[in-house]
C-alpha cells in the first residue's frame, strides 16, 4: 500500500494512526497542514479479503474518532461491498458505524467489475460536507479495480520559490577615466570656439566624474 503526496504539501505522517495488522489491514494517516484553516487528514487504508469485518470496523473507529475536529479523508480497498445485494447484517454495521464518524463515501458506483459480479469495495471516506467536491470513477484497463478519485477545492496555496534577478549598472574606474579621455580627445578637433565651450562644460563635468572615481582631471 502506498500514499502519494505532492511535495509542496506541509504534511506529516501521524505515527500514533498508522496500523498494519497481518492479515487484517494496513493504513498510513498524513496531516496537512492548512495554515489558517482546519487541518486535513488524508488516510490510506487496506482491508485483507477474507478478514473478520467486526475486528476492522472496531479499528476504523478507535483510529479515526480522534480526527473528528479535521476534514477526514479515508481512501482504499475495503473489500466490503457496499452494494451487497443480500443486506449482509455485517456491512450495514460497518456502515452505520462510518456515518456516526460523520464520514459518508464519495463513491457510489462499482468500482471492481468482473464477467460475474460488479461490487463496490474500493471507497474514499470524507468528513467533508462543503460541496466543494467532486467525485468519480476512471475507466481503465489495467485490472479490474477502477480508480477512483475525489477532487477537492480546499483553496490550498502552494509556495513557489521564486528566482529574483537583480541587474545593477557597475561603474569601473577605469571604464569612466577612459570614457573621460576619449570626450577630451575629441574636443582636439574642434574649432576655437567650440573648444572653449566644452572646456567649460568638462570643467562642470569632471567633479561629478570624481563622485564616482575618487580622482579629478583639470
Not at 502519494?4 to 498508522?18: H, I
Not at 497481518?22 to 490510506?44: F, G, L, Q
Amino acid at each position: 500500500m502506498t500514499l502519494f503526496l505532492d511535495s509542496r504539501l506541509k504534511f506529516k505522517v501521524v505515527d500514533s494512526l498508522t496500523t498494519a495488522i497481518e492479515d487484517v489491514c494496513e493504513c498510513i494517516p498524513t496531516e496537512i497542514n492548512m495554515d489558517r484553516k482546519i487541518n486535513n487528514i488524508a488516510s490510506c487504508i487496506y482491508r485483507a479479503p477474507g478478514s473478520i469485518i467486526e475486528k476492522f470496523k472496531v479499528l476504523m473507529e478507535k483510529l479515526f474518532t480522534k480526527t473528528e475536529q479535521r476534514v477526514t479523508f479515508i481512501c482504499g480497498d475495503h473489500n466490503i461491498d457496499l452494494l451487497n445485494p443480500n443486506k449482509h447484517s455485517l456491512t450495514d454495521d460497518f456502515t452505520n458505524t462510518v456515518f456516526s464518524m460523520s464520514l459518508f463515501p464519495v463513491i457510489m458506483k462499482s468500482s471492481r467489475i468482473t464477467p460475474h459480479s460488479a461490487t463496490l469495495i474500493d471507497n474514499i471516506f470524507t468528513s467533508n460536507k462543503d460541496g466543494s467536491l467532486v467525485s468519480s470513477l476512471m475507466i481503465n484497463d489495467i485490472g479490474d479495480h477502477l480508480l477512483g478519485f475525489a477532487v477537492y477545492d480546499c483553496t490550498y496555496k502552494v509556495k513557489e520559490d521564486v528566482i529574483m534577478t537583480a541587474f545593477r549598472r557597475v561603474k569601473m574606474e577605469e571604464a569612466l577615466n577612459a570614457f573621460r579621455d576619449n570626450v577630451m580627445i575629441g574636443t582636439d578637433k574642434l574649432d576655437p570656439k567650440s573648444r572653449a565651450e566644452a572646456d567649460g562644460r568638462q570643467k562642470q563635468f569632471n567633479p561629478e566624474m570624481s563622485r564616482y572615481t575618487g580622482s579629478q582631471k583639470n
